[in-house]
């Protein structure tokens, strides 16, 4: 069985991400400014399911995954929940930092200017980063998320301390009255590492999950957990599975 945690506990707060660094830019587009130029969409959505695919910066695992399955059609979006955006610097402890809202497409610009050995390149940022300005305008942070636009079914989180501020934000909107809580949001995490090599291995194993949650009424929440079971076998993946409401 996977790991779950009952959504009706409390959960200790994971210390928000910070870097006491300066952000590289000051892009003040809000998330839901941001997420209504998913560029390049010319189909309306045909899953069964809404999906919300996080990560930490909304840069590599979560739209990898969002990636993949927008090009299956699937109603996705996908967010971070770090306070700012992270990407490898020329030192460990020197990452490129931005502010959320911050445009990928001026992300890519500005660290082309600084890749002439070829850096950015190597360490796949480049790639990264073409991407995603094909999927959507910019990083979006899930705790900016307008109660209005909350409609997912399944939440995928890629990280254990990830997935614990998505709890911790569950809790506070549901102590703000922001949720009818009359319907069920299935939050899975799956550990990966984040490293581009990881993040492609795990979306390509996360579509298979989510083709299996498409064929499943979630209501079942056993027929849920099997799917959830038969995935961290397969995959000999770290689950946790948590049943919320909204």
């Not at 200790?12 to 130029?37: D, I, M, V, W, Y």
């Not at 955006?85 to 959320?100: H, M, Q, S």
């Not at 999950?209 to 799917?227: Q, R």
Request: hydrophobic fraction near 35%; proline fraction near 4%.
């Amino acid at each position: 069985m996977p790991k779950k945690r009952a959504a009706a506990a409390s959960s200790a707060a994971a210390p928000a991400e910070g870097s006491g660094k300066r952000a590289r830019s000051t892009a003040s587009a809000s998330a839901e400014g941001a997420s209504t130029a998913e560029g390049g969409a010319t189909t309306a959505p045909t899953s069964r399911h809404q999906y919300a695919s996080i990560c930490s910066s909304n840069m590599n695992r979560s739209m990898e995954c969002h990636f993949r399955l927008r090009k299956r059609q699937y109603a996705v979006r996908s967010y971070g929940t770090g306070t700012q955006v992270k990407l490898p610097g020329r030192a460990a402890d020197k990452p490129n930092v931005y502010d959320f809202g911050t445009p990928y497409e001026q992300i890519l610009a500005e660290l082309s200017t600084d890749n002439a050995d070829g850096l950015y390149t190597a360490n796949g940022v480049m790639e990264l980063l073409a991407r995603n300005v094909g999927v959507k305008r910019a990083p979006e942070r899930w705790q900016l998320v307008a109660p209005a636009a909350f409609n997912f079914d399944v939440v995928l989180t890629f990280e254990e301390r990830v997935y614990d501020l998505v709890f911790e934000d569950f809790t506070a909107r549901e102590l703000r009255r922001e949720m009818q809580a009359d319907r069920p949001v299935h939050c899975i995490n799956i550990d990966v590492k984040d490293s581009h090599e990881e993040a492609l291995r795990a979306a390509a194993e996360t579509v298979q999950l989510c083709e299996t949650l498409e064929t499943i009424d979630l209501s079942d929440t056993s027929a849920v957990e099997s799917a959830v079971d038969e995935f961290k076998e397969r995959t000999g993946r770290a689950v946790i599975y948590t049943l919320f409401w909204r």
